[in-house]
């Protein structure tokens, strides 16, 4: 896997993690991903594992 498909599987595991703790603090409220909250941590925390070295 190159360097730059790293960084972005990386970026976009970033911002799903800070979307889904706004929703969890009732600044942002996105009514279509608000019940599967914990999968969305649970597909970031597995595509950072995936990618980190």
């Given at each position: 896997?190159?360097?730059?498909?790293?960084?972005l599987?990386?970026?976009?595991?970033?911002?799903i993690?800070?979307?889904?703790?706004?929703?969890?603090?009732?600044?942002?409220?996105?009514?279509?991903?608000?019940?599967?909250?914990?999968?969305?941590?649970?597909?970031?925390?597995?595509?950072?594992?995936?990618?980190?070295?």
């Open positions: 896997m190159s360097r730059k498909t790293r960084n599987l990386r970026i976009i595991a970033i911002v993690v800070a979307i889904c703790t706004l929703m969890k603090l009732d600044i942002v409220e996105i009514p279509a991903l608000s019940p599967h909250t914990f999968w969305l941590m649970l597909v970031s925390f597995i595509t950072v594992l995936l990618v980190s070295k």
